[in-house]
Structure formats: C-alpha cells, structure tokens
C-alpha cells in the first residue's frame, strides 16, 4: 500500500465552481503534510503546508484530520490558471512521500 | 534568492553512456533531495543528504546509480551505463534543516532521454 494515495481524477469543472480533493494516508507516525501543485513538463511548487488541522491561503484551504487520516484541499472560485496536477505529500521522518496527483482542469 | 538550479535541463544520451545530472541547491538549506518522475511511478526519492552527508540512499535503483555532495552548494548524480529504462524527468530539491520548516523547493528538473 501506497503512504499516500489520491484520487487521480482528472476534475474538471467550470470557472467559478469550487472543488474539493481528498488524500489518506496510511502512516499515522506523518508529521507534516503539504500540497504541491504541478503543472504540465514543470517542476512541482508548494502550495500549502499543514502542520496542524489545517491552513488557508485566500482561495484555498487545507484541512487534515489526524483521526481518519486524510487531507483535503478545497480550492473556491476556481480560475482558468488554477488547471494543473496536485500533488499532497506526507512527511515521515525526514522523507516526503507523494500522491501520485490529481489532474484539475477548469473549463471557460 | 535564486532558487534551486539544475543543470542540463534536457539531456539525450545512448544506451550504455554515462550521465551526469548537477545540482546546485538554496544557499543555507541543509537538506538536498534527488527525486526521479515517469508517468508510471510518479515521484520517487532516490537519495538525501544532510549537510553533505548521504542520509538514505534505499531508493537508488542499482549500483549504476551513484550521487555525490562534495560541498554545501553542489550534487552530482551520476548514472553508468545508462538504460533506456532510466528515461524520466530527474528532479533536486532543496530545504532548511532547522526552525521548524519543512517545505521543500524543487529545481526545474533534468529531462532525461535514453535512446
């Protein structure tokens, strides 16, 4: 089993919609979590960490429950720039380890 | 601040040559991590180091796979004789080892092409 998994979508909704993506994780001892967004031949760029429940940054918002072991990131409003793929990862140690993504595409 | 630097950005090679990715990462960051992405297995780490030292190199593939951090500013990751199995975007990351900030900052990559 995977220590991250994602729903690999791909999403795609309309501008203006808000979408939700869901991550688990299999490793309760995961410390951290961070979402990194990855567009297309580029490098992946954090987006978000969370370090305790949860974290927003205008748009977006990430929340973690440590219970059922999973991390949400809820994007409002969405932007025509917001298509990309994202990644969540866990921190264990001193490791990151990736989801394998989520594909967003927001259609005009 | 410049960010993390990578060096070549694309690199197309034959079977059975020698390749040689370079790293430069963010001045002052302890940490220094080499990643690989094909569609097929996502991201993977290969190695890290901590202040140079190599930490945990259980995701090195085989022994063709070797890195390097022979100073704070620079990694090499070497892989002899390369195979056309090796094909796949190598990525650096960079991050500080202390105050409590994990994130990690990624170079732009080294698309590697073995024909």
């Known amino acids: 089993r995977k220590e991250v998994e994602q729903d690999p979508g791909p999403f795609n909704v309309p501008e203006g919609a808000t979408v939700a993506f869901n991550c688990t994780y299999s490793?309760?001892?995961?410390?951290?979590f961070f979402w990194y967004r990855q567009d297309c031949r580029k490098e992946p760029k954090l987006l978000m960490s969370?370090?305790?429940s949860g974290n927003e940054d205008g748009r977006f918002t990430a929340q973690l429950n440590r219970a059922s072991q999973y991390i949400s990131l809820l994007i409002r409003d969405s932007k025509l720039s917001d298509s990309a793929t994202y990644l969540c990862?866990?921190?264990?140690?001193?490791?990151?380890?990736f989801g394998t993504g989520t594909s967003l595409t927001v259609i005009p | 601040d410049a960010g993390v630097i990578q060096s070549p950005r694309h690199e197309v090679t034959e079977m059975g040559q020698e390749v040689t990715l370079r790293c430069k990462p963010i001045?002052?960051?302890?940490?220094l991590f080499w990643y690989r992405q094909t569609m097929m297995r996502g991201l993977e780490l290969l190695i890290y180091?901590?202040?140079?030292?190599?930490?945990?190199d259980s995701g090195m593939p085989e022994d063709r796979f070797s890195a390097k951090m022979p100073n704070a500013s620079f990694s090499t990751l070497k892989i002899q004789p390369s195979e056309p199995r090796d094909s796949a975007v190598y990525f650096c990351?960079?991050?500080?080892?202390?105050?409590?900030?994990?994130?990690?900052?990624f170079g732009p990559g080294t698309r590697l092409t073995v024909t």
């Open positions: 969370v370090y305790s």
């Open positions: 990862v866990g921190m264990t140690g001193n490791q990151f380890y």
């Open positions: 990351a960079s991050r500080r080892g202390t105050g409590g900030n994990y994130e990690q900052y």
């Open positions: 180091f901590n202040n140079n030292v190599p930490i945990d």
């Open positions: 001045s002052g960051h302890d940490y």
């Open positions: 490793n309760s001892a995961s410390q951290s």
